[in-house]
């Protein structure tokens, strides 16, 4: 079964650091990768997506991803993070079980601080 | 950003009580989802849809159901809500996809539910 793993439940950075969310999952074929903001109170916004090809995926907002298949993780960074990055972030495998399912990590909230 | 909107985006029930959400799209996507969300755990399928009148169940379907009468709309029930039913649900839209291909999904914006 598909499963995916977020083992930061909350991370703090400082505002104009970096940032590396980690994501681990769990496959047995070429994933679909995604990752999802979620600001308090709204739904979720796709940040980014891998299905195939180049393994660093850019996405919107200044954040990328690296597939590591090695690994089976798919790390979401940020060279410079902004205040308004807070928020709840979510890893996500997609596979093909006779319909399109999408399995959740649990998230990581970011804070950041001044 | 995809039209889907979610109806009411808050409610207040009590145990005992029925309850029905709504998922309208205005995309035209084959299929919705209903998730909910919990602190801890992310997001969990209730619910799905690949067409008008055919559904199936997520991995937390107990105590809920689902229709789709028209490919816009797709109703979650709570026939009997309980207080583990409290949480934020999300209902999603994707296009068609096969075992080659897959299409991401959209969320609305979310109704949160509290049974007391």
């Known amino acids: 079964a598909q499963s995916v793993t977020q083992p930061d439940i909350h991370i703090t950075v400082s505002e104009g650091a970096s940032l590396e969310l980690r994501c681990n999952y769990s496959?047995?074929?070429?994933?679909?990768l995604f990752w999802y903001v979620q600001s308090p109170g709204q739904g979720l916004q796709l940040l980014l997506k891998y299905f195939s090809g180049d393994t660093l995926v850019q996405g919107i907002k200044g954040f990328e991803a690296e597939f590591k298949r090695s690994q089976s993780s798919f790390n979401l960074r940020k060279p410079s993070v902004h205040w308004s990055d807070a928020a709840e972030y979510f890893c996500a495998v997609g596979a093909w079980t006779g319909f399109q399912k999408l399995v959740f990590g649990t998230g990581t909230r970011l804070l950041v601080s001044p | 950003d995809a039209g889907i909107t979610q109806s009411p985006r808050h409610k207040v029930t009590e145990t005992g009580t029925p309850v029905t959400l709504r998922c309208h799209q205005t995309e035209n996507h084959r299929y919705m989802y209903w998730y909910r969300q919990d602190p801890g755990h992310g997001l969990r399928l209730i619910h799905y849809?690949?067409?008008?009148?055919?559904?199936d169940k997520g991995e937390v379907s107990d105590g809920y159901s689902v229709s789709r009468s028209k490919t816009e709309d797709f109703l979650l029930t709570l026939e009997s809500a309980t207080s583990s039913q409290t949480s934020v649900y999300f209902c999603a839209i994707s296009e068609s996809g096969t075992g080659n291909s897959y299409n991401e999904q959209f969320f609305g914006p979310g109704t949160r539910l509290t049974v007391l």
């Open positions: 849809s690949y067409g008008v009148k055919d559904t």
């Open positions: 496959y047995g074929a070429t994933p679909y």
